[in-house]
């Protein structure tokens, strides 16, 4: 008896194997159909993506590397006359045969060189006094490094005060003070915004800034927080 049934078992598995396969056969067959039917379709789906892989490389070879090459050599011409004191040279943007900063951060303003090229113009123009023109440079520079960022929003921020417009510049230095990993950025610009806090007689934000100086960065402080913290209640 048990013979028959292991029999029966094994002709049960048998059946639903043989079952499986022609399931498998008829979606084989039912694939093949749909390919058959839609193969125009699929086949201008599949040019459009080969095209749109193809089209994004060329783009990055042929158009972006192109750009990226000739912002460098933008920039490494201005920097080369800002290193040798020729500060208006440097900034630029009179002429094509001296686009300087300025004129490599319009040119090339979706890359990374035009973005630092904005950063240094805005430092410049910041330096003659004209701060608003310094200010709307600064604000087109963008990155992925943090520090960068850091460095932007605390010169915007002394633009800012430049234009005696101190509420917007501790906010950013606000910005500036937690925009950056690295300690050092971090608590000098806490600092900054610190003291301008204490200028505005915004005590209770100074002995927040000062407060955090001593609880994250007294390695760089030396214990001028203190002090800065008694002077929150008097002054």
Known sequence: MAKLTKNAHNEQEG??????FKDLD??????ERFLEKYS???????????????????YKQFIVAPQNAEAMKSFLA?????????DKE??????????GFIGTANEYSSTSVGKLSAYNAGLLKFKEGKFQEAYDLLDKVSSDNK??????????ADAKSGLNKNDEALQLLDKAASASDDPYTSYYFTRKAGILALG??????????????NEKYQDYDNGMSDSY???TKYY
Do not use: C, H, W
């Not at 059946?15 to 499986?20: I, W």
């Not at 505005?200 to 100086?213: G, P, Q, R």
């Open 15 to 20: 059946k639903e194997t043989v079952e499986f």
């Open 26 to 31: 008829r979606e084989a067959l039912n694939t």
């Open 40 to 58: 125009k379709q699929l086949g201008i789906v599949f040019g459009v993506l080969v095209l749109g892989v193809l089209g994004f490389f060329a």
């Open 78 to 86: 201005a920097q080369k006359n800002l290193t040798n004191g020729k």
């Open 90 to 99: 440097a900034l630029g943007g009179n002429s094509a045969a001296n686009p």
């Open 147 to 156: 520090t960068v960022m850091a460095m932007k929003y605390g010169a915007m």
């Open 200 to 213: 505005l007689k915004k005590n209770a934000d100074a002995k927040k800034y000062f407060s955090t100086i």
């Open 229 to 231: 913290i008694e002077m």
